[in-house]
């Protein structure tokens, strides 16, 4: 996914919720994390100026502006290749210290998969807890990678990762299924006899 194209457009985004209510800026703040803004400084963001990302970013600085506050977008382009693969670094490095984190978290997952099937504890209960923690886990995966403009290192690890823990869960769930199972009888019918 990386993207190399000379003449890349980037957006400066600089925004102020002074004179907003008080919860414009903590909005503001998450849609920006969202996006995985680089702050220049504060208030002042940088972002790859691709169709989804300005679709938002306009969206944002609209709502800003009819909430008091003042905004504005800029589009911009490198004239220092070194400085745009320095700016990219960082946000890759951003986005591995986010894959990173998911990575750090999932073998508890696995751990507790492992632990409970150990136990003899293959149940639907605990099947229906790990999807929670499986889809918990995917969602987190999908926002991460949304923001992933240029392909940061870590990226395939983290997806990797989650497949495998996916397939550990279907085979605790196949454990389940036959733990819960009835034992497959047949019922015996008495000749002339009707149940």
């Not at 240029?150 to 550990?168: K, T």
């Amino acid at each position: 996914m990386t993207d190399e194209s000379p003449g890349r457009s980037w957006l400066v985004i600089s925004v102020s919720t002074a004179g907003g209510p008080d919860s414009l800026r903590v909005q503001v703040w998450r849609k920006l994390r969202s996006l995985g803004a680089l702050y220049l400084q504060q208030s002042v963001c940088l972002l790859p100026a691709r169709a989804e990302v300005v679709r938002e970013i306009r969206r944002l600085l609209d709502r800003v502006r009819h909430q008091g506050g003042t905004a504005r977008a800029l589009p911009m382009a490198f004239t220092d290749p070194a400085e745009e693969r320095a700016v990219i670094a960082e946000l890759n490095e951003a986005r591995d210290a986010e894959y990173a984190e998911v990575l750090e978290r999932l073998p508890e997952l696995r751990r507790e998969l492992a632990d409970e099937q150990a136990r003899g504890n293959a149940t639907y209960a605990e099947v229906e807890e790990s999807e929670a923690d499986l889809h918990r886990f995917r969602s987190w995966l999908a926002k991460i990678a949304a923001r992933d403009y240029f392909g940061a290192s870590r990226g395939q690890e983290a997806r990797d990762a989650v497949e495998l823990a996916a397939a550990e869960l279907a085979a605790f769930e196949e454990a389940a299924l036959r733990a819960e199972a009835p034992e497959h009888t047949t019922p015996r019918l008495r000749a002339g006899k009707k149940r």
